[in-house]
């Protein structure tokens, strides 16, 4: 008898009629097979992967990709819901029949000449009642190594498939690399995404943002739970106990760093679960669980350092059970180690920059792209806690909102209740960066760090928020934080990185009750020894800006909310207009 998943890939190939189809296992032997056919295989004129300095980054790989091809293309991303009301004004939508006939097109006939890999996955631990089947489809022998780093491939997946048809279905291709020929479809009521013309993880690796996400956070609206791009840690105290925080941040502010933190204090300790996707689900006590769908980090390289990020560094260097991808990044020659800003304080005087040309610093541009990537598994991370497979996920006593922003939103503060906490982290705006194509620096609004994810009708995400926080029995507290506040003369005010975890020990004490705070407009401020500053050279005028309402700065941000709200409008629930309003009045 054929399977559904064995139907699905008859169907595939004698569309895409590939010269070849190829079902990964997930075993180790069938990596070293794939990464060796990688390095001698040439895809739109570059070789795939180029072996690394195997004394430096064991198990190590470089790929370089297309210049056009190095970011997600929000504006070439759609959500193909039956109504445009559905997929809301935050996403880009277009008619389902019209979606599928424009794919079929580019799809029909994409793989001859090619291999068809097959890659049955799970995103979740195999016994986790809260995991996901899933099938990709691809071209890529790129694509189907990541995948292979970034989820739970082979074997395992396809026995808990089954004869199931409750799987995703992710179809890919390169094709032809075209920006003009470039579209990721997304069709949340069939549980499939066609992502073609890009080879770039956020648009190919479909568990990823595609289905992790947009896919999951309407699985998440119609089934009672929330998928959402954030990390997951446990924070350790100096008497054992561990209390597990979410947090969501945009990329580029710090959220890697965050999940991979060493703390300043004796005693502390960060314990690893996620770095960027949370599934969160109400268990049997009432509490909020959370656990990672995915199995590894991609993670942007520039900036990461000794200095910035060591337990990633470690990470990085620590490959006993994955081979480990650079992507994008430039090449010291010297050494043929991956190199990128930030990096080193001396940038090494014999550079290939990422398009593959030697360095020439004279023209202005980096070496390493802004963007440029790395795909390590997570079970190399030295810090990864205990708790990662636990099929019930952890117990979240603290969520954590942020942006990058260098005025108006202090350092932290604490939501007074559930409502105020989702009100805060709706109206979040934070400065653009190089993850997504597009200008870089303007503030947008980036609601829980979900705007470019979020599967459906962002009015109804809201609504998803409260639901979700009424059947709670216990509610965690909800923080928001900015890491990126500027004076005067342009300069940080906050140190960051490692000084972080002090806010977080603060976050821990609020949330045991050990530690008193101060009312505000907008929350609940440290009160004057609520931060433990101990051999931080850091001025009382300072905190006192890091930690004040500046009503100014907020009549100026007033504006730019209302103007979001808008967007959504009778969608906006009833509760967040409200509090909106009571902001509003505050601030005159």
Known sequence: MTTPMEKFIKEMEDFLCPSKVYVMDGSDEEAKKLTKEAQAMQVDGRIVLKELNQKEYPNSYYHRSNPNDVARTEHLTFVCSPTKEQAGPNNNWLDPKEAKTKMDALFKGSMKGR????????????KSPYSKNCVQITDSIYVALSMRIMTRVGKQAIEKIGDSDDFFRGIHSIGDINPGRRYIMHFPQDNMVMSFGSGY???????KKCY????????????GWLAEHMIIIGVESHDGKITYFLGAFPSACGKTNLALLEPVFKGYKVWTLGDDIAWLNIGQ???????????GFFGVAPGTADKTNPVMMRTLKNNKFFPTLFTNTAIDNSDNTPWWEGLSDKKPKDLTDWQGEKFDESKGSPAAHPNSRFTVSIYNCPTLSKEYDNPQGVPISGIIFGGRRKDTIPLVYECKDWDSGVFAASIIGSETTAAASGAQGAVRRDPMAMLPFCGYNMGDYFQHWLDMGKKLKVQPKIFMVNWFRKDENGTFMWPGFRDNSRVIKW???RINGKSAAKDSEIGLFPDENGLDLTGLNISPETMQKLLTVNKSEWQKEIPSIEEFYAK??????KELTKLLQTLKQKMR
């Not at 992790?212 to 089934?223: A, D, K, P, T, V």
């Not at 006590?285 to 199995?295: F, Q, R, S, T, V």
């Not at 959504?568 to 629930?573: A, D, L, M, N, Q």
């Open 568 to 573: 959504f409008g009778e969608k906006i629930p």
């Open 201 to 207: 993880g956020g648009n190919a690796l479909l568990g």
């Open 115 to 126: 291999t068809m890999f097959v890659i049955p996955f799970l995103m979740g631990a195999p």
């Open 507 to 509: 976050m821990i004490d």
């Open 285 to 295: 006590d009432g509490k909020l669980y959370a656990i990672n769908p995915e199995a």
């Open 212 to 223: 992790s996400l947009r896919i999951g956070s309407y699985l998440g609206y119609q089934e």
